[in-house]
């Protein structure tokens, strides 16, 4: 089964500084992998995903991560943080299911908070 | 507008009765899911359906019940064998094709309060 483990559950942040959000993943097979966004009492909204080709991906919001499979990670980044960035932050790990479809399995999620 | 609405936002139920969350989505997907999400916990799958009138328990089923009798629609009942209904609920729908993935798209999710 796969699973995806986020290291922090909270990240205090200034405004303006840079932060890197960690997950690490576990899985026997080929991964698609996931950064959502979720503001309070709101759906998740996709930051980015990586499902092949560059390890680098740029996402929504000038977020980015890098997906490194000798050590199962996929951090995600950003150079500048804004306030509007508070919010929770998901990784999440996708398999196919039987008929077409996908399960995503998600990490814990990390609490980000931009302070002035 | 396409997208995924969710009904109502805001939930309350005493202890001991059933509950019908709705869930519509007009992006003509066949897939849809219902999620549960606890503080500290993520999102964890209750149900997903791929195709009208079939669905499968996710990793955390029991005490809820769904039908998928319309592709658009995909309720989710929580009943009284639920022991801890008091959560925020999310439903989220895809295309399905085989050999790639299909990106899930989430609704606004309904919070639901036992008392």
């Known amino acids: 089964a796969q699973s995806v483990t986020q290291l922090d559950s909270q990240v205090p942040v200034f405004e303006e500084a840079p932060v890197e959000l960690r997950c690490n993943y576990s899985?026997?097979?080929?991964?698609?992998l996931f950064w959502y966004v979720q503001y309070p009492n709101q759906g998740l909204q996709l930051l980015l995903k990586?499902?092949?080709?560059?390890?680098l991906v740029k996402g929504i919001n000038g977020f980015e991560a890098e997906f490194n499979k000798s050590q199962t990670s996929f951090h995600l980044r950003k150079p500048s943080v804004h306030i509007s960035d508070t919010a929770e932050y998901f990784c999440a790990v996708s398999e196919s299911v039987t008929g077409g479809g996908n399960k995503l399995t998600f990490g814990t999620g990390t609490q980000l908070k931009v302070e002035l | 507008d396409g997208g995924i609405t969710q009904s109502p936002k805001y939930l309350f139920r005493k202890e001991g009765q059933n509950v019908t969350l709705s869930c519509e989505q007009n992006?003509?997907?066949?897939?849809m899911y219902w999620y549960r999400q606890d503080p500290g916990q993520g999102l964890r799958l209750i149900y997903y359906s791929q195709i009208v009138n079939d669905f499968q328990k996710g990793d955390i089923a029991e005490g809820y019940s769904v039908s998928r009798e319309k592709k658009e629609s995909f309720p989710l009942t929580v009943t009284s064998a639920q022991k801890n209904p008091t959560a925020f609920y999310l439903c989220?729908?895809?295309?399905?094709?085989?050999?790639?993935?299909?990106?899930?798209?989430f609704g606004p999710g309904t919070r639901l309060t036992v008392l």
């Open positions: 990586y499902l092949s080709g560059s390890t």
């Open positions: 989220a729908s895809s295309i399905r094709r085989t050999g790639t993935y299909n990106e899930q798209f």
């Open positions: 899985s026997s097979v080929s991964v698609y």
């Open positions: 992006l003509n997907h066949d897939a």
